[in-house]
């Protein structure tokens, strides 16, 4: 059941119906920061089920 798959939207993600989530492309990250021409601040989320 681990490697069974919910959902597959090609070439971007896997969903497995343990929860897992597999991303296919985009994986790169940039570091929070301040958007000068738009003034938008991105910052980091950390997201707890706790």
């Avoid at 490697?3 to 929860?19: F, M, P």
């Amino acid at each position: 059941m681990e490697n069974e798959l919910a959902h597959h939207i090609s070439s971007l993600i896997k969903v497995y119906r343990d929860g897992r989530v597999e991303r296919l492309t985009g994986t790169s990250t940039v570091p929070s920061s301040l958007d000068p021409k738009t003034g938008v601040h991105s910052n980091d989320v950390v997201i707890s089920p706790e």
